[in-house]
């Protein structure tokens, strides 16, 4: 039994779609533009990215009240760092699932261009949509069940099940983590120059996006002379960003849909865990009161409990796509990582002269590569709580010794995740452990 097997409830149909010409109401994708209308399927293709990293991470808590009432075990076991994975079965419809479903798309209409002999602009446009979506899909799926990436281990460490073929009759068999990442950064690589540098709609991958993924990608592997020249790509092309003293911080959402810093509208697998987050007094009190992002991100319930409002996509949930925002705080980042202490806080202060009151910032000052990068890693969190890269950025930070132990209490009971432990890489739902034969991650 094949991996994409278990995965694709929807492959039988697909076959059907390709296969079956004599019913009226399918079409055989034979054109540029029935391959464009595969990858516009919003609800496949830029839907259910993972949630397991935001509700494991501790951008927030639960009430014993909340907690009690998760439908599905598998939060429940995600929120306290449980070693196995009661995921919902794939009929239910589950993360794993939706991941390989999009990259399986992706895989098809790569075959097809290929297999059709489709050429031209738009041809290549579609290819270089296919390839950088497969990469965003494969880079979201290693924060969830890989480990961090470290360039000494990164040979022995597993990585993915990487599919580049529709042909389910092929094995799946786990990458390492190296052949993970070379396989993401070669697909925006390869996708950048046949992207447009803005798209129709921001449900499509362009080239900002793509060099904003790149530089997530590097950045997430420690590779910051890479990370930084592709946050730069993506900042020439889009860098505007949103005055928050503009916003209507009143509202029950005060961040737009599809606002002028998404480079890649996309969205989470809805967990009623995240929409109902709990964020604690230590991270609201972080806010100065001048900081706008306080009452953008936050409003207080009858409770006097803190509830999150801050979200990309308003009631949709979080959006993992990159954003002008993190392009800022990765250019900053990799400046300060590569002792470029003055320009770093050029580009954080910057992006924070854009979140206050007006008048009332005083730009950060730093005098070492240490104290630049504590003050934008501070600032990192803040500015992009439940946005799906905190799991991500506390693997890293301890691989590199940050000594991060994250900490819940649930029903009286105290939970805690040590630094560098094997549950950060998620486990695989059993059901594909099963049915595909492939290694879960060690515990």
């Not at 930070?397 to 805690?416: C, F, K, P, W």
């Amino acid at each position: 039994m094949m991996l994409l097997a278990a995965l694709l409830f929807s492959v039988s149909s697909c076959q059907d779609f390709l296969d079956e010409k004599a019913d009226a109401q399918l079409t055989v994708p034979e054109t540029v533009a029935d391959h464009q209308a595969l990858l516009d399927n919003y609800m496949v293709m830029n839907t259910e990215f993972t949630s397991a990293a935001i509700v494991s991470t501790d951008d927030y808590y639960l009430t014993d009240a909340q907690f009690n009432a998760i439908p599905f075990e598998e939060n429940k076991r995600l929120y306290t760092w449980m070693p196995d994975r009661v995921a919902k079965a794939s009929s239910l419809g589950n993360e794993w699932q939706s991941c390989y479903r999009a990259i399986y798309i992706c895989n098809m209409v790569l075959y097809n261009l290929d297999q059709l002999k489709l050429k031209g602009t738009d041809a290549d446009e579609v290819r270089g949509q296919a390839l950088a979506l497969r990469a965003a899909r494969y880079l979201d799926a290693a924060q969830v069940w890989c480990l961090a990436y470290d360039p000494n281990t990164a040979d022995h460490t597993l990585g993915l099940p990487i599919r580049l073929d529709p042909d389910m009759s092929i094995p799946s068999v786990r990458s390492t983590l190296r052949e993970t990442y070379n396989q993401i950064i070669a697909d925006l690589q390869a996708a950048i120059p046949l992207l447009p540098q803005k798209q129709v709609s921001r449900m499509r991958m362009s080239k900002d996006a793509a060099y904003g993924f790149l530089a997530r990608a590097y950045l997430y592997m420690g590779d910051y002379q890479n990370a930084l020249i592709n946050a730069k790509q993506a900042l020439a092309i889009t860098g505007t960003l949103m005055d928050y003293s503009t916003l209507d911080l009143s509202a029950t959402y005060s961040i737009a849909n599809f606002n002028q810093e998404i480079l890649f509208w996309c969205v989470s697998f809805y967990e009623p865990t995240i929409m109902q987050a709990r964020i604690h007094r230590s991270m609201y009190d972080n806010y100065d009161n001048n900081d706008l992002r306080k009452y953008a991100f936050f409003r207080i319930n009858d409770d006097n409990e803190i509830i999150f409002k801050g979200f990309y996509n308003r009631n949709n949930g979080p959006n993992p796509g990159v954003a002008v925002d993190e392009l800022y705080l990765i250019t900053a980042e990799c400046e300060a990582e590569l002792g470029n202490v003055q320009d770093a806080m050029a580009y954080l202060n910057t992006l924070l002269q854009n979140r206050w009151e007006p008048g009332t910032f005083t730009p950060y000052v730093a005098t070492s590569r240490q104290e630049a990068l504590a003050i934008i890693r501070k600032e990192r969190e803040k500015e992009m709580p439940l946005r799906g890269t905190r799991w991500a950025d506390v693997k890293r930070y301890n691989r590199d010794g940050a000594n991060i132990t994250l900490h819940r209490t649930v029903n009286g009971q105290s939970y805690e995740l040590p630094p560098n432990d094997p549950r950060y890489a998620v486990a695989i739902p059993e059901e594909i452990i099963q049915i595909a034969g492939i290694p879960q991650n060690p515990r």
